[in-house]
């Protein structure tokens, strides 16, 4: 039960932050971050426009249950469960944003959804032997390879997003790492809270972790100036592939069965999703 809730905030938290984010960056404009004069406007508007403090809000929010939740569960486990925000998601859009959401785009981030159920049936089934010890070492040499896009022979909004999804799961696996190393958060000792953001801003990992998060926050804006949230969130599930890579190979994450079939599931429903 405690787990359940904690996913549960995690998930309203981070859908309540990019609602609001979106609805910002709609009535800002199109941005181009590659042409620095029009970065002065952009930056004005983020720290002058009460919708994006709202999102801020709720994204610090939602990564403070994040880092908890990843302390405490497997990496592999945390990502695929958390992708059930893409449904939350396209259901607040529609309603509160008026964006069409097309059938294929119901049926992509359906079969999410229902990759997520098979992740998250992984971790009632699994036998406590095969659960991987959480201290397994990271080696951050390879860490950087999630930060090169797939292809640059793709369109603008796609290349976005394969930017942002690289740079999101490298910042996946630093603050895994780092989470790992300062180990279980419990929220009942509040005596230990200070230690424990003294530990947690003081970590190499989680700091660049953080930055990578920063250079996926950049991106993840600068998509939403220009595309739909409803298209935009169920596509960064490529963020979950690639961190899966790196929770198997990189964390040593045990992969049960049930677990792989989701992770395949929400690969296809990335696939299909336009």
């Known amino acids: 039960m405690k787990t359940f809730f904690l996913l549960s905030i995690l998930i309203i938290t981070q859908v309540l932050g990019d609602i609001s984010l979106s609805r910002g960056m709609k ?4 941005v181009n971050p590659f042409d620095l004069p029009s970065l002065m406007p952009l930056a004005i508007f983020l ?8 999102a801020i809000f709720f994204l610090v ?13 497997d990496l592999s486990y945390v990502l ?12 607040f859009a529609g309603w509160l944003l008026q964006e069409v959401i097309t059938p294929m785009r119901w049926f992509s981030t359906s079969m999410i959804s229902l990759g997520v159920l098979f992740v998250g049936l992984s971790k009632s089934l699994a036998k406590p032997a095969e659960v991987k010890s959480p201290q397994s070492p990271i080696k951050p040499r390879n860490l950087p390879f999630f930060l090169f896009p797939l292809s640059l022979s793709v369109s603008k909004t796609w290349l976005a997003v394969m930017i942002l999804s690289c740079a999101d799961s490298a910042g996946d696996l630093f603050l895994a790492q780092g989470m790992k190393k300062i180990g279980s958060v419990n929220l009942a000792k509040l005596s230990h809270l200070g230690k424990l953001i003294l530990e947690v801003f003081t970590s190499p990992s989680i700091l660049s972790g953080i930055t990578c998060q920063a250079i996926a926050f950049i991106s993840f804006i600068s998509v939403l100036s220009w595309a739909d949230i409803s298209f935009v969130r169920p596509a960064t599930a490529l963020t979950y592939l690639f961190s899966m ?3 198997k190979f990189i ?6 069965r049930e677990r792989l079939v989701g992770i395949t599931l929400i690969g296809l429903g990335v696939t299909i999703h336009q």
């Open 251 to 256: 964390l040593k994450e045990h992969f049960v």
């Open 245 to 247: 890579l790196g929770a």
């Open 61 to 73: 929010t939602s990564l403070g249950f994040y880092l908890i939740a990843v302390s405490r569960l």
């Open 27 to 30: 009535t800002f404009g199109t």
């Open 47 to 54: 720290v002058t426009n009460v919708w994006i403090w709202l």
């Open 80 to 91: 695929p469960i958390h992708a059930f925000s893409y449904v939350v998601n396209a259901i």
